[in-house]
């Protein structure tokens, strides 16, 4: 029998906390430095701890490997959680995937507690070019979830962002029996208005009580939304996670999937290419959320 993921110790972590964190953690993972995580990276290197070992992708050829080398270090009579901190602001939805992916293998030897760090970006109007999906499939093994009762509908939990009818594209593509919309709002409002406007068609024909709202910038409230979600309808649907939008909503869907390995996380190869020359710009929050990983 496969082991279950453990997710326990889930609280968010607000700007005066985040220093407290990187000063702790064994193990910190950003992407190289860019406008986003400059300061992140600069703070880091002056209250880091001795022993800390930094990641940056891009500089690496295998991000799996890397953390696997990295915690073959640790001898298996390590008395503490391996805590992890992770800058998620500029790294890519794959690269994200593949290292939680490499993390969780990591926790089946030794308990870790991990910091997800995220930076909400100044609102730029997005140029709403309508370009076709490439692929839409599973982010990874660990993520690509199971069913007991083959046959079932698919019923798809949709983080709308505003890649123009990128959603859309996927539900059609899963053959969605239904979908549940889950709409971002934070202190960026015209964010929010431009997701309604390049999702308007999907909403068109979606039902009122299948459009829901959710707090940007409450990452935990997020978590505990998905996997209430996931609880009502998994008897009866076989449920995809389709995590578009902000990428503190991709990391969240992450981790309400290891809670509940029978819902897939779906990707669209094509978003990460469409958003990469407007992620990187000023910063309006910092914050994130912790939580501890064990295997049962």
């Keep these: 029998m496969n082991k279950k993921f453990i997710i326990s110790d889930l609280y968010n972590i607000n700007d005066t906390e985040i220093d407290k964190k990187l000063s702790e953690c064994d193990i910190f993972i950003s ?17 880091k701890k001795e022993s800390s070992e930094i990641i940056l992708i891009e500089k690496i050829i295998s991000i799996k490997e890397e953390i696997s080398n990295i915690f073959a270090g640790y001898n298996d009579s390590v008395s503490h959680a391996i805590s992890v901190s992770i800058d998620i602001s ?6 994200l995937a593949i290292i939680f992916s490499a993390l969780c293998t990591q926790s089946k030897n030794y308990a870790v507690d991990f910091s997800v760090i995220y930076s909400l970006a100044k609102y730029m109007p997005h140029k709403n070019i309508d370009s076709p999906n490439e692929r839409v499939e599973s982010v990874g093994p660990i993520f690509s979830g199971w069913t007991t009762t083959p046959g079932l509908p698919v019923t798809s939990i949709v983080g709308l962002g505003y890649e123009k009818n990128k959603a859309l594209g996927a539900i059609e593509y899963l053959e969605s029996n239904q979908s549940l919309l889950l709409i971002p709002n934070s202190t960026e409002t015209r964010y929010r208005d431009n997701v309604l406007e390049v999702n308007e068609t999907l909403l068109s024909f979606t039902k009122n009580k299948n459009i829901i709202d959710y707090d940007v910038q409450n990452p935990v409230e997020i978590i505990f939304m998905i996997d209430s979600l996931i609880s009502g ?9 389709l995590p578009f939008g902000p990428k503190i909503f991709y990391a969240c869907s992450l981790i309400a999937s290891l809670a509940n390995p029978e819902v897939a996380v779906w990707h669209v190869s094509s978003v990460d290419k469409d958003n990469r020359l407007s992620q990187d710009r000023e910063i309006v929050a910092t914050f994130g959320f912790s939580f501890k990983l064990n295997v049962n």
């Design 31 to 47: 992407q190289k430095e860019g406008i986003r995580n400059k300061g992140l990276l600069k703070n880091y290197s002056s209250v």
């Design 90 to 95: 500029l790294i890519s939805r794959k690269n």
């Design 233 to 241: 309808y998994k008897s009866k649907s076989k449920l995809v996670l």
